[in-house]
Each structure stands twice: as structure tokens, then as C-alpha cells.
């Protein structure tokens, strides 16, 4: 494929809107998929900056002769936003609330506005857009539009479809219209306008196919294929036009503005947990469930609950609603305005499932029960664990997957167990199984069997399953499509779903809408077959070429010894591309660019290493600039549903950089830092006059690449050297406690074990006074504190080989890992406990190390490695720690490094700060500071950083007063603060050592308190 395809088309593009134009290769690659398991690379890409620009992309299109598809997350799980057209990306720059009316309970917005985003600016007003799908954080309301997408609590809220007051869009011929309500005659349309024919086409096919729609439109509530032609069947007294665009996928215009009906936010709720002993007893009884009037049924299985019960974060809340063993369990929620109504329906509930027959001391079928959850956070937490459902299921790391086809068909209650057991047969008979949860109150089921689509066999079987699914379905009188559209998966079943007849009407309707099918083709009507091999993301032919990888990636298959199975997982659900709450991905947060999230990333480095993008692509310049901006949080790797951990990947792609290319200055002053530091500290001075001298700076920028607009760390020369703290404890490795020095505790025979002190490049040379500050802590509680340092006495400091690893000289961090191994092993054989205090070194003895070393002293070192504050909580917990603190009256306000986050190690810092008695300490909701070791110093990421700061954390500094004491573990992040805030930031262990109620415990005094 030619890297340029339209030349004309993007030149025309470019010098008429002032929004992002691609049509690089690396960038259609980008927008090639969605949800789905297909791809298929786009003409180009266009973010428009308004409407009015996208009318003019539209105006370009239709004068080239080019189809445009319209996009919003892209989470679209049938192939409905992808397509060899040229996509226009409305999420980008088209994501306003246009206007808000609180009293009529409808607001108007622009279609690239998140849910999540839209419901946030409506809360204060006490309303929501009730629609509440489980991609609600970064799905857009002109997705949803697209999709007519419905949530869970669709039982009282109704579809998208219900929602929507009108639709504002452009036609094929460029005109704009407006799909609001209007009579059924039209009376009130005018004839000359653009609207006029449509509407008249849709009252002539919805009178003329009445008995046809009677007869096939299926009767459930969750029937999202097709076209909407059941809203034009005669009878009704107000036609809303909207509803033949609500679902239509792009097919038929462009949404320019949608108006919504709101709702009163939910206040409390009742939530009960119905546990059944058998799955088909749970499916049967939901048809009894429902007539209690619960806003919501849904179903969790036992695979997954036993699946959500591995993962650390879920396991809590799994330990306080599950009993038992169940197979399923119904969530059944009450929420009326009347919390005792709730309370009533509860109780009838209860004794509903009494007479259902099922009791906690029967046995076998008959076994369950109840349990009630009336605290609103675990209710929350729950919600939590079902919406992540499908990731639960995705984060299976083999090379089958679970496919998403016939996981949204919906049936009538009461023929719920009979088509669940009859479709678990029917994947035994294809050698599969599936896993199934969601909505039960609406009868749709989500199931996704196992299959690996790079295997013929397993598409024949894919199809296999489909067509035997969509008859029983049929047979039922449900919808094949009740949930996630049509797009490539479902579009060509609407023929034998609704008959030939309606098929023909839904033709009909393309072709007075898009008689040129510029919009979107292939959608709904006259669409590919789904088992296409040559539109799947794995086609025949699928391969990587050998990488040399330098990770440990044996958890995964394929090339790269792993590496590109790991790439794989990515499956394009988007959680990545949340704006708020979580961490992930910080780089998108402040450019809302596709490019800069972590599924642009892993999508850019699954086509680099199958040969999609060309030769070399993995160490292209235009690879370089897709992981540019990816600050290496690790963020994904704990927040990505299926694991991606793009900061790992980027050590490889950083590897194949400098393989090929070699170093660049800059990168050489960042990775060599441990080894030049003990030089610079005593050329202090002369380092410093950078950002003193004038001009200097500039040159700098101009040599190394450092923006000359930040200063740089200050160089000092009263360093932290380890024989000069030797007054705390040894320097050397010891196992006598006779050969320490001791303080007064010690003295007094309190001995709480040694600890050894791992003191980082960062600290070691620019914030000595935080290891000082630990060393008082730890002495204070009378730990006997080892400083690691090199077996020779002459050795210069350790390093744990974080600097080599953020510019990919791996090589260079595997010596430092293995060097600072050597010097700790004496430690680690009589499990001594490790302790540091940045968090990106330590935190890398748990996860680079093992990475970069497979054996046994590594996985040692992983397991006995702290950070200082997650140290001391051990201890306190284990009620080994015994530090007096004297009472505080201030206020901290704490900044979560994203490691800390990463690794679950931030609520440590938040309690033991709570250990100082009165001291109140608020956290800033934040993600990456910004600064991510040398990121924020670059040239070319500057800017990002400060708008990564800018994001939440700086304006939270700043706001608060300045009594008020800032915390922050990470060194990075204390810099940020400073340069964005003038405000100093401390490390956690200073505030400690500054409440200590020993005055001798010597710590240096803190400034800020
Ligand atoms: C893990 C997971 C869970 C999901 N859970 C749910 C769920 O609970 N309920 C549910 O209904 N769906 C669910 N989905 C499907 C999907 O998230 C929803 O359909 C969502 O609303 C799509 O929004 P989007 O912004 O990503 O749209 P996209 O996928 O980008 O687009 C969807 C369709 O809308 C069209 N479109 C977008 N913007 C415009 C415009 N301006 N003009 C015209 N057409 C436009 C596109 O062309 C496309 O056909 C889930 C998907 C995933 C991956
Ligand atoms: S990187 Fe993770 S969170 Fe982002 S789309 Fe891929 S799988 Fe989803
Ligand atoms: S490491 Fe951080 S910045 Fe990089 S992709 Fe992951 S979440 Fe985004």
C-alpha cells in the first residue's frame, strides 16, 4: 500500500481545515480498527476543530467522490467504525455541551462528547443521561447515537433511542437537517425543505411494511438492528424522526448536534445478590425478578467470579457479597425515590426466592439465597466488578480469545434458560466454551466463546456458531442484535433476521438517504460477508519476523519470545482513552491524541512488527514519535483490562532505536546520570552556571535537546555519601548487631531488626535530606539500618539502572541491576528487608529487574524490596513498629507517584501519614505529574508536561494555602510541582521525621512545616 493514497484529496484537506489531516500510514493504521476483530485500513484521517469544519471535510469528500465514516471512541464491537473510507474523528476537538435547560431536563451536545465527561458537567444540577453503557468513560454520545447503545439499567431508562429528543445532522448532498418530532402527516414539514422526502419515504415504508415489521421486528426490548422502521409504522400520534438515525451507524448522515431528555440522578438504592446453586435455576428465575420492578438484573457467572476472585483489586469485594460457591448470581437493584419502597421491594424479593424454592440450607439446584447490600461504596464496588466483566474475560493470555459475535442476542424471559443451555451446547459441539454475563432483566446475555481467528478451522467454526445462534434466536422470536449494532458482524444476518421484505426496505431507506453511499458503506446494508478472512485483524498470512526482544515477555507467545503476543492483547476496548478517575493514560489526557494513547501505541507496534508499516518500522522516526509522549507511567500496566504494558514495550522499542541508530546526546546525559553524578557533584559550580549565566541554557538546548525554558536540577556537593551516616548504622554488609553503631533506643535494648537502606541516584545527589530524613525514621524506631553500597569500598554509589532503562541501553541496566544485586545478596540470604525511597528505582526491583534477570536472586529481591512508607505499614501492621510521633494540627495535601499508583503502594503513603495523630491529609485526584524523569525537561515534550501538570495536580497546589504541606514520594514529581507551582514538595519521609517525638532522632529540619 503507497504511503501517500490521495494526494489531491489530502492536499485539499489540509488547506481547508485547520484541524489534524493524515494520511501517513502510521496514522491510518491507527484508525484500521475498534472493538471488533477486524481492520481495515482507512483512505486518511480528519479531527476537524469544528462542525463547521467538518461540514467543509464533508464538502471535500463529496466533490473527490470519497466515503467518510464518522467516529467517536471507536469501541464499536462489531466493525461499525472502520472501513476503507476516510474516517473523520469527532471525539478530538467536536466534544462541547452546547447548551443545558435544568428545568426541562434536556440539554444539546456536539457528537465527540464523552459520557462519563457529559454526565460529570451535569451532576451539579442533579441530572444524568441515564444511558449508562459500560464504556461510559470514553464512548461519545454521537457513538451511542450511532449505535442506539443501551445500558444497563435499561429496565427503567430505555434504549439511546429513548433518550433522544433529536438529531441534528448533514445529508449526503451536504444540506442540514433536523430529525426532531413532527406529526404524522407531516403536516408541519415544510415540502421544499431537505427533511421533506426522507420523512415522507420513511411514513411510505413504515405505512406500507406495517404487517412485515409486525410480524419480524422482534418483540424484545433490546433489538438495536437494522433501521428503526418500527418508529414509522402508522399509528402513533408524533413521529420522531431522530429514531432512523439513532442506530443507523453512519449509513444514512452526519451528526452535527444531538438534544437529549434527561433524568433525576438515582438516589439511594437497594441492591440484592441472588446466589444460585444451579445457572440454569438463575436464568429461569429472572422472568420472576423482573415483575418486582428492579431498575436492573444482572447476571455474574461462576467462571467469573472465580476469574475476578484472582485479581487483587476485585477480591475484597467478591469476599463481601459472595456466599458460597454459587454458579450465578443475580444483581437485582432497586431504585425508587423511596428508599423504603426500595426496602419493601427487597424484602419481597426475598421471600419471592423462598417460594421460588431456593434456601441457603438446601442443596444441589435448590441451594441460595440473598444477600443485601445496602452501603452505597460496595454497591459501587460491585458495579465496578460487573461492568468489567468482558476485561475480566479478555485478560486471558493465549492465543485464543474470547470473540465477540453472539454475545448480545436477546430473547424473551421466559425462553432465557432454554437458549442458554441449548448455546452452551451448541459451543461444546464447536469445541468451545463460553462465559456469560449482563444484562439478564432484558434477556440479553453476553457470551463470547473461545476461538483463534489466525486458524481457518476456528473461522468456520465462528461461523458455524452464528448461523446456529441467530435460527434459535429466531426461533425465539428475539433480536440478534441487541446490544453492540451491526457493523460487519451482524449486517449480514439482517436479511434472514427480518426477511427479505424488510431487508429490501432497509435498502430502500440507504438509497433515499445515500443514493451515492458515501456514508459509511458496507453498514447494515449490502455488507461483507462476517468470516471475510481478508477483513480480519489476523488475516491469512498474519506473521511476525523475528525481534530480537531484550524483556522477559515468556507469559505470551509469538515472536519476539513472546513480545508480540503481549502487543496482542490490546483488543482496542478504549479504557485507555479515559479523561478522568484511574491513571491511564496520561498522554492522551492532555492531547486527546489517538497517537498518544496506549491503544495508538500497542495498535502502531502490532503493525510495525507484522510488517504493516514498512521496513524498520519498529525503529522509524514516526516510531520514535508515537511513543514520544508516553511518559512510562506504567499506569496501563495496571489499569488496561488486559494488561498491556506499553512502559515495558518502549524499553524494546527504545533497544531497536539505538540498535540501529544509535544514542543522541541527550539520551546519553539521561542514561549515564549514576555514572557521571559523583563527577558533576564536585563540579557543582560550574554545572550550575546553565541556568545562570545567560544565553547559556540556549546553547544547552541547541547541544543536548533540554529545554532551556525549564532550569535543571541543582547540583550539589554535600551529596549523601554512605560512610558519613555511619552514627545510624553500618556501611557495611553485617550480621552482627555488636557491630553497629547504635542511637539511644537501641541503647535502651529496643532492637527492631535491620533494614538496609537503598539510597538512589536521585536522592543520593540532589535531596539528600530525604535519606537523612528515612535514616531518623528508621533509627527512631529502632531499626538497625544498613546502607547498600558496593562490595568494594572505592566502588562508585549503586544504581538500580532506571536511567540506562528510560533511553533503552538495557545492556547497561542489566550490569547495574546485576551490581546492585551482588552488593545486596549478603542481605537478601538472611532476608534483611530492602528499603528506598524513590519510587521508579525500588519499584523496578519489583518489576524490570525480574525482567531483565531471570533468577532466583532477582524474584529475591522483587519479594523483599519496600518502598520506606510501605515498609513502615508492613511493620505496623504486623505490630512490629513502635515510632512516637508528637501531634500535628496541619494539613498535607499528597500526590500519588503513578509507580506508587501502578503497584498498589500509594495507600501506604496515605497511612503512614495518618500515623502522625492529627495531621489531615486530602490527595490530589491526579495522574502523571508531567515531569517523568527527563520527559519534562525534553524540548519537543515540554509543553505536554506542563498541560500533564496542568491537568489536575498544579491547580490543586496552587489552590491550596500555604500552611499547607505538599507531598510527593517521586523526585520527578517534586520538581514538577516546584517549576509549575514555586511550591517545594516533600518526600514522605521528611514529614515523618519531622513529627518524630524524639528530638534526637537528629533529622534535619523541613522546610513547609
Ligand atoms: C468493553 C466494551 C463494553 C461495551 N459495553 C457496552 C454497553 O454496555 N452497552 C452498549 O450499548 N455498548 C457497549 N459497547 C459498545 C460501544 O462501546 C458502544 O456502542 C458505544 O456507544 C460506542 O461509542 P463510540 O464513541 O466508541 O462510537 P464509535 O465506535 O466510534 O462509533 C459508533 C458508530 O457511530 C457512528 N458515529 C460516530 N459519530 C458519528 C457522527 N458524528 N455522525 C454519524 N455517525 C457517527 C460511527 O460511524 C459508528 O458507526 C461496549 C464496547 C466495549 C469494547
Ligand atoms: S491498551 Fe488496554 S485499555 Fe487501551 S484499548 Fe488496548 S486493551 Fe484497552
Ligand atoms: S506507560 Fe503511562 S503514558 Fe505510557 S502508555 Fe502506559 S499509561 Fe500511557
Redesign the pocket.
Known amino acids: 500500500m503507497s504511503e501517500r493514497l490521495r494526494p489531491g484529496l489530502e492536499r485539499r484537506l489540509k488547506s481547508e481545515v485547520t484541524g489534524d489531516v493524515w494520511f501517513d500510514r502510521f496514522t491510518r493504521g491507527r484508525y484500521a480498527t475498534d472493538a471488533s476483530h477486524y481492520q481495515i485500513m482507512p483512505l486518511g484521517v480528519v479531527a476537524p476543530r469544528s462542525i463547521a469544519e467538518a461540514d467543509r471535510v464533508l464538502a471535500v469528500a463529496r466533490a473527490e467522490g470519497v466515503p467518510v465514516t464518522a467516529r467517536g471512541g471507536g469501541t464499536s464491537q462489531c466493525g461499525q467504525t472502520i472501513n476503507t473510507s476516510l474516517i473523520v474523528d469527532c471525539s478530538k476537538h467536536i466534544n462541547s455541551l452546547i447548551s443545558l435547560d435544568v428545568a426541562a431536563r434536556r440539554c444539546v451536545v456536539e457528537p465527540g462528547i464523552v459520557l462519563d465527561e457529559l454526565n460529570r458537567q451535569l451532576k451539579p444540577h442533579g441530572l444524568w443521561f441515564p444511558v449508562d453503557i459500560s464504556t461510559a468513560s470514553r464512548a461519545t454520545l454521537g457513538g451511542m447515537v450511532g449505535n442506539n447503545s443501551c445500558g444497563a439499567r435499561s429496565l427503567r431508562y430505555g434504549n439511546t433511542r429513548e433518550n433522544v429528543m433529536s438529531v441534528d445532522a448533514i445529508l449526503a448532498d451536504g444540506a442540514r437537517a433536523h430529525f426532531g418530532t413532527v406529526s404524522p402527516d407531516l403536516s408541519d414539514v415544510a415540502q421544499d425543505s431537505p427533511l421533506y422526502p426522507m420523512a415522507a419515504a420513511l411514513v411510505a415504508i413504515g405505512a406500507r411494511e406495517r404487517d412485515e415489521i409486525e410480524a419480524r421486528f422482534p418483540k424484545v426490548q433490546r433489538r438495536v438492528g437494522g433501521y428503526n422502521l418500527d418508529s414509522f409504522v402508522p399509528g402513533r400520534n408524533a413521529l420522531n424522526l431522530a429514531h432512523i438515525l439513532i442506530g443507523s451507524e453512519g449509513t444514512l448522515g452526519f451528526t452535527t448536534q444531538i438534544e437529549l431528555k434527561l433524568s433525576p440522578l438515582l438516589g439511594r438504592r437497594a441492591v440484592a445478590a441472588c446466589h444460585f446453586g444451579s445457572f440454569n435455576a438463575a436464568m429461569d428465575a429472572a422472568q420472576h425478578l423482573v415483575t418486582l420492578g428492579p431498575i436492573a438484573v444482572e447476571l455474574v457467572d461462576a467462571t467469573m467470579i472465580g476469574l475476578a476472585r484472582d485479581i487483587a483489586m476485585f477480591r475484597p469485594t467478591l469476599e463481601q457479597f459472595v456466599r458460597g460457591e454459587p454458579e450465578a448470581i443475580l444483581l437485582v437493584e432497586f431504585g425508587e425515590d423511596d428508599q423504603e419502597e426500595n426496602l419493601r421491594r427487597l424484602k419481597r424479593l426475598r421471600d419471592m426466592i423462598g417460594d421460588l424454592g431456593f434456601g441457603w440450607d438446601r442443596s444441589g439446584v435448590h441451594w441460595g439465597g440473598v444477600v443485601e447490600v445496602l452501603d452505597p461504596a460496595l454497591q459501587a464496588a460491585i458495579t465496578e466488578v460487573r461492568t468489567q466483566g468482558l476485561n475480566v474475560m479478555m485478560s486471558m493470555k493465549e492465543q485464543g480469545k474470547p470473540i465477540s459475535f453472539v454475545e448480545d442476542c436477546a430473547v424473551p424471559l421466559e425462553h432465557l434458560a432454554d437458549y442458554t443451555a441449548r448455546l452452551t451446547q451448541v459451543f461444546e459441539k464447536h469445541g468451545t466454551r463460553g462465559t456469560w454475563y449482563a444484562h439478564a432483566s432484558v434477556g440479553c446475555l453476553h457470551v463470547r466463546p473461545l476461538l483463534n481467528l489466525r486458524l481457518e478451522k476456528d473461522v468456520k467454526a465462528m461461523r458455524a456458531i452464528a448461523e446456529e445462534a441467530f435460527a434459535m434466536v429466531r426461533e425465539y422470536k428475539g433480536s440478534h442484535s441487541g446490544e453492540h449494532g451491526d457493523g460487519i458482524v451482524r449486517s449480514e444476518f439482517n436479511a434472514p433476521m427480518f426477511g427479505p421484505r424488510l431487508a429490501g426496505a432497509f435498502e430502500e431507506v440507504k438509497d433515499t438517504f445515500d443514493p451515492n453511499g458515501r456514508f459509511n458503506p458496507g453498514k447494515i446494508v449490502r455488507a461483507p460477508k462476517f468470516d471475510d478472512r481478508s477483513l480480519l485483524r489476523y488475516p491469512p498470512g498474519y506473521h511476525a519476523e523475528p525481534i530480537a526482544t531484550h524483556l522477559d515477555w515468556s507469559a505470551w507467545t509469538g515472536a519476539g519470545a513472546g513480545f508480540q503476543g503481549a502487543v496482542e492483547m490490546c483488543n482496542n476496548n478504549g479504557a485507555?482513552r479515559s479523561l478522568v478517575g484511574g491513571?491511564?493514560?496520561?498522554?492522551?489526557r492532555a492531547t486527546r491524541d489517538e497517537r498518544?494513547?496506549?491503544r495508538g501505541?500497542a495498535n502502531t507496534l502490532r503493525l510495525a512488527i507484522t510488517g504493516q508499516l514498512g521496513p524498520d518500522a519498529l525503529a522509524s522516526d514516526a516510531m520514535v514519535e508515537t511513543m514520544s509522549?508516553?511518559?512510562?507511567?506504567?499506569?496501563?500496566?495496571r489499569?488496561?483490562p488486559t494488561g498491556?504494558?506499553?512502559?515495558r514495550m518502549?524499553i524494546e522499542v527504545q533497544a531497536a532505536r539505538i540498535a540501529r541508530h544509535g544514542l543522541s546526546l541527550r539520551d546519553r546525559l539521561v542514561g549515564y546520570l549514576p555514572r557521571y553524578a559523583p563527577y558533576a557533584a564536585k563540579a557543582a559550580w560550574l554545572l550550575n552556571l546553565r541556568d545562570r549565566l545567560p544565553g547559556v541554557a540556549r546553547l544547552s538546548e541547541a547541544l543536548t535537546g533540554f529545554s532551556a525554558s525549564r532550569p535543571l536540577p541543582k547540583w550539589r556537593s554535600d551529596v549523601f555519601e554512605d560512610d558519613k551516616t555511619s552514627w545510624l548504622g553500618s556501611s557495611r554488609p553485617s550480621t552482627s548487631f555488636a557491630e553497629h553503631n547504635v542511637d539511644a533506643r537501641h541503647k535502651a535494648g529496643h532492637d527492631a531488626g535491620e533494614v538496609v537502606l537503598f539510597a538512589d541516584t536521585f536522592n543520593r545527589y540532589f535531596e539528600r535530606e530525604n535519606l537523612d530524613a528515612a535514616l531518623a525514621v528508621l533509627n527512631a524506631a529502632g531499626y538497625r539500618v544498613h546502607v547498600a553500597r558496593a562490595p568494594q569500598r572505592d566502588a562508585r554509589p549503586l544504581c538500580c539502572g532506571r536511567t540506562f532503562l528510560s533511553v533503552g541501553l538495557v545492556a547497561e541496566a542489566r550490569a547495574e541491576a546485576e551490581r546492585t544485586l551482588a552488593a545486596l545478596a549478603p542481605y537478601l540470604a538472611r532476608s534483611v528487608p530492602v528499603v528506598g525511597l524513590e519510587p521508579s528505582c525500588i519499584l523496578g526491583f519489583r518489576d524490570e529487574i525480574p525482567a531483565l534477570l531471570k533468577t532466583e536472586a532477582a524474584a529475591q529481591l522483587a519479594a523483599s524490596s519496600f518502598l520506606f512508607e510501605e515498609f513502615l505499614m508492613r511493620e505496623h501492621d504486623a505490630g512490629r513498629l513502635s515510632l512516637p510521633f508528637k501531634s500535628a494540627t496541619g494539613r498535607v495535601l499528597l500526590h500519588g507517584h503513578?509507580h506508587q499508583k501502578s503497584f498498589g503502594a500509594f495507600t501506604s503513603v496515605q497511612r503512614a501519614l495518618g500515623l502522625v495523630p492529627g495531621l489531615a491529609v486530602e490527595t490530589v485526584e491526579s495522574s502523571?505529574c508531567g515531569m517523568?524523569g527527563a520527559f519534562g525537561y525534553g524540548a519537543g515534550t515540554i509543553d505536554v508536561s506542563r498541560a500533564m501538570g496542568e491537568l489536575s495536580l498544579l491547580p490543586a497546589v496552587r489552590k491550596a494555602d500555604p500552611a499547607t504541606t505538599i507531598v510527593a514520594d517521586g523526585t520527578s514529581c517534586r520538581q514538577q510541582i516546584f517549576d509549575g507551582s514555586e511550591r517545594e514538595a516533600l518526600h514522605v519521609a521528611r514529614v515523618l521525621a519531622a513529627h518524630l517525638a524524639s528530638d534526637d532522632a537528629g533529622t534535619p529540619a523541613t522546610r513547609g512545616h
Open positions: 485507555c491513571v491511564m493514560c496520561p498522554s492522551y498518544d494513547v496506549t501505541r509522549l508516553c511518559v512510562s507511567c506504567k499506569a496501563c500496566r489499569e488496561c498491556v504494558d506499553m512502559a518502549k503513578c502523571c517523568a
